[in-house]
C-alpha cells in the first residue's frame, strides 16, 4: 500500500547547525504538507506545496518538493533551541481509508 | 479566533470500559478529522466528518465511532477499550475539508490523552 516514509528518525544538531529532513513517498503525490510539532504539544501545520520542484521558503527553513512529486525535504539554516520538536510529512491518501498519510516524523534535537 | 478545543485532556480508563471525546473546531470550520497518534504507529486517521456526515473513514475497528453536531462540534466514541487504545487523540478542524485529494489545512486541537489500564 501506499507509504510515506521520513529520514532520519532523530537528529541530534548543535544549535547553529543546519538540519535537513526527508519525506519520500511510495506514490506521485498531488501535494505534500508539513508540520511540526513541539514536545508535549499538537501538530502545528508550516506550509503545502503543490507544484512539481517548487520551492518556498520561511525565514531559516527552506521546504522544496521533488520534480517527479514522491519526494521532499525541509532544510532548517542556522538551527535554535527553538526549531526543537518532531517535523511530519503529510501527503493525501489513496485509499478509502486515507484521508491523508502522515510519514512518521523527524526528532529534531538542538543542542545549546 | 479560538483554536481548536478537545475535552477533556486527559482521561484514565480500565479496559471494557467506553469513552466520548469532544472537539471543539475553529469558527467556521465545517470539517473536523481525528487522528490516533502513538509512538509506535504515528499519526493515524480515524475519520471525517462534514456537515454532519461521515466523510471519510480510515481503517478502525467499528469500536471506534465519531458524530458531529449542527454547530460543526464533533465527538467520538470509543467503545470496549483495549490496552493498545491508549494514545493521543487529536482533533483537527479545516474550512471545507475538501475531499479528493486533500488539500485543505487542518489546525490540530491540544490532543486527549487516553490511558486504559
Known amino acids: 500500500g501506499q507509504q510515506v516514509m521520513q529520514i532520519p528518525q532523530y537528529q541530534h544538531v548543535q544549535e547553529g547547525e543546519d538540519f535537513t529532513t526527508y519525506c519520500n513517498s511510495s506514490?506521485?503525490?498531488?501535494?505534500i504538507q508539513w508540520y511540526k510539532q513541539r514536545p508535549g504539544g499538537h501538530p502545528v501545520f508550516l506550509i503545502q506545496?503543490?507544484?512539481?520542484?517548487e520551492v518556498k521558503k520561511q525565514k531559516r527553513l527552506t521546504f522544496q518538493f521533488g520534480e517527479a512529486k514522491k519526494n521532499s525535504s525541509l532544510h532548517i539554516t542556522a538551527t535554535q533551541t527553538t526549531d526543537v520538536g518532531t517535523y511530519f510529512c503529510?501527503?493525501?491518501?489513496?485509499?478509502?481509508?486515507?484521508?491523508?498519510?502522515f510519514g512518521p516524523g523527524t526528532s529534531l534535537s538542538v543542542i545549546p | 479566533k479560538a483554536g481548536v478545543t478537545q475535552t477533556p485532556r486527559y482521561l484514565i480508563k480500565t479496559r471494557g470500559q467506553q469513552v466520548t471525546l469532544s472537539c471543539s473546531p475553529i469558527s467556521g470550520h465545517r470539517s473536523v478529522s481525528w487522528y490516533q497518534q502513538t509512538p509506535g504507529q504515528g499519526l493515524q486517521f480515524l475519520f471525517e466528518y462534514f456537515s454532519e456526515t461521515q466523510r471519510n473513514k480510515g481503517n478502525f475497528p467499528g469500536r471506534f465511532s465519531g458524530r458531529q453536531f449542527s454547530n460543526s462540534r464533533s465527538e467520538m466514541n470509543v467503545s470496549t477499550l483495549e490496552l493498545g487504545d491508549s494514545a493521543l487523540y487529536l482533533c483537527a478542524s479545516s474550512p471545507t475539508g475538501q475531499g479528493r485529494p486533500f488539500t485543505d489545512t487542518q489546525y490540530f486541537g491540544p490532543g486527549t490523552r487516553l490511558t486504559v489500564l
Open positions: 506514490t506521485t503525490l498531488s501535494n
Open positions: 503529510a501527503g493525501p491518501g489513496e485509499t478509502s481509508y486515507d484521508k491523508v498519510i
Open positions: 506545496l503543490v507544484k512539481s520542484g
